[in-house]
C-alpha cells in the first residue's frame, strides 16, 4: 500500500525557486566563487544575457558548454 498522504517534496523546480528569490530578494548575495560574489538579480541578468547570445548563435535548447567552476558556470546552469 502506498503512502498517499504523502504531498511532494519538490513542489517547484529549481528554476521556479530561484525566480521567486530573484523576485524576493533581488539584492541578496545568490553565489560566492573563488573572490566573486553576485546577487540574485545580477545572477538573473547574466543568465538572460547569456541565453540570448546563445540563441542569437544558433545554439539550441539543451545544449551545455562546459565553463570553470566558478560564478559564470552557475549563470550557465540557471540559463533556461
Do not use: C, H, W
Request: charged share 25%.
Amino acid at each position: 500500500m502506498l503512502n498517499t498522504t504523502f504531498s511532494g517534496f519538490y513542489k517547484n523546480s529549481f528554476i521556479d525557486l530561484f525566480y521567486k528569490q530573484v523576485n524576493t530578494n533581488p539584492s541578496s548575495i545568490a553565489v560566492v566563487a573563488e573572490d566573486s560574489k553576485i546577487t540574485y538579480d545580477e545572477l538573473n541578468k547574466r543568465s538572460n544575457k547569456l541565453a540570448r547570445f546563445l540563441k542569437k548563435n544558433g545554439v539550441k535548447n539543451g545544449v551545455k558548454k562546459p565553463l570553470k567552476n566558478n560564478t559564470k558556470m552557475i549563470v550557465q546552469l540557471v540559463n533556461k
